[in-house]
């Protein structure tokens, strides 16, 4: 004889039902009352782009150490922040896949922030993006937050403003410093993805605008093996100043000593890196430091007066030589998060997500920035970003603009 089942099928369908109901509520309960609140930061810790990365982690957990001295979430009675650490490594497949490991071993996460550079971060995105996972990052690419999507926040300029904005401002400075306009330039870096956005509109109308002719025009596959031919092309279209898009601090040391090697220093030739490897410590501790002596950099922020002392320590604590672009992308990043979960009073995605989008600070992680705000538009661009620009005296990478963190005037090396 067959049991008969007493519930029925009903009655069993309403328990499921029932369950997977209070399964919700108590992880509702657990996101509006944590103990701790968990954010996740993915960048390169492996490969060529991990110094970078290690810059970043260092301002994160900086941060996170800051937050929870100082009380923890507030807004969740105290419950303190805790940063999963994600290697996106080498390749734009390695962090693809590094994020659907995170989403899935950690689905109470509050949101995040990376993978530095461009091509990784199109990449992890999409992941996100489908996880519903709010995600802060300073690469530089247009196309991140080209897409439509509803769940990603870009702090920097993005690559196509960086290229309006910088050609002009060199321009200005050379006029200024020498009382001649360059009229060539040349153009030097990588094929990743916010190289390739950056130089569109340079090549676009950019250089046509400003009255400049490009006399060379080079890009290579990272990482860089040889730079000779880089350098012959230089000698032979004697540009008035180069732009280098590399995005690696190793590709940045093969140029600046093989520019070095046939007489094209920055003292010489004016070069105009991009990027914050660019300022990164470990360069002056892999070349001479009269290799980068000279060298403009444009990049998406830098530590300003507001941020005076935090940068102290910063160097305190890691006892790196400053506090730099990376380092401080990664701490107003968590800050960020923070600020979203208080205004949200909840750890759930969803509301911090909400939170991001309504955020408008001119105070707090706001004055991590040159233009003091932490406001996102709807496509999730922070609204007055700006380009910064550093350049290197005496070994040290110095503010020179905009003039709220510049300490030092820009000076233009002598052309031959």
């Known amino acids: 004889m067959a049991l008969i089942n007493p519930i029925g099928r009903r009655g069993a369908l309403g328990g499921a039902i029932g369950l997977a109901g209070a399964t919700a509520l108590a992880g509702k309960a657990r996101a509006d009352n944590p103990a701790e609140v968990k954010i996740a930061m993915m960048v390169p810790l492996s490969g060529p782009w991990a110094r970078s990365g290690l810059l970043e982690q260092m301002g994160a957990r ?4 800051d937050v929870n001295n100082g009380g923890g979430i507030k807004a969740l009675g105290g419950a303190k922040m ?8 080498d390749s734009s497949e390695k962090a693809k896949d590094a994020a659907q490991r995170m989403v899935a071993q950690e689905p109470d996460l509050a949101g995040g922030f990376g993978a530095w550079l461009s091509s990784f971060t199109l990449a992890i995105t999409e992941v996100t993006e489908r996880a519903e996972l709010p995600w802060l990052t300073l690469s530089y690419s247009d196309a991140i937050t080209n897409r439509g999507f509803k769940y990603v926040f870009q702090s920097s300029p993005t690559a196509d403003a960086q290229a309006e904005e910088i050609v002009p401002i060199i321009m200005e400075m050379a006029e200024k410093a020498s009382g001649k306009r360059p ?17 569109k509109p340079l090549k676009d109308h950019v250089f046509k605008n400003t ?14 093996s040889d730079a000779t031919s880089i350098v012959q092309k230089l000698r032979s279209g004697k540009p008035d100043f180069v732009l280098l898009q590399s995005t690696n601090v190793g590709d940045d040391k093969l140029l600046v000593e093989k520019f070095a090697e046939f007489g094209l220093n920055a003292k010489k ?6 990027g914050g490897h660019w300022c990164a410590p470990e360069l002056t501790k892999l070349t001479s430091p009269d290799n980068v002596e000279g060298v403009i950099v444009a990049l998406a922020d830098w530590p300003g007066k507001k941020a005076a002392e935090i940068g102290k320590r ?49 105070t707090g992680p706001a004055h991590l920035f040159p233009d003091g705000r932490v406001s996102y538009d709807e496509k999730g661009r922070r609204r007055g970003a700006k380009v910064c620009i550093v350049q290197y005296h005496n070994g040290v990478p ?9 300490t030092t005037p820009a000076f233009w090396p002598k052309t031959s």
């Open 183 to 199: 009229t060539k330039v040349a153009l030097v870096g990588d094929n990743s993805a916010s190289s390739v956005s950056f130089y």
């Open 314 to 362: 910063f160097v305190e604590r890691t006892k790196e030589p400053w506090f730099g672009h990376d380092s401080i992308f990664a701490y107003a990043h968590v800050m960020i998060l923070k600020e979203a979960i208080e205004q949200s009073g909840s750890a759930e995605r969803h509301k911090v997500n909400t939170a991001l989008h309504a955020m408008d600070m001119t």
């Open 211 to 224: 009255g400049l002719t490009l006399v060379v025009d080079e890009v290579f596959t990272p990482p860089l």
């Open 398 to 406: 110095t503010p020179v603009f905009p003039e709220s963190i510049a």
């Open 82 to 89: 805790k940063l999963m650490e994600f290697d996106a490594g």
């Open 269 to 274: 030739m004016p070069l105009i890196g991009g």
């Open 62 to 65: 900086m941060a996170i150490d």
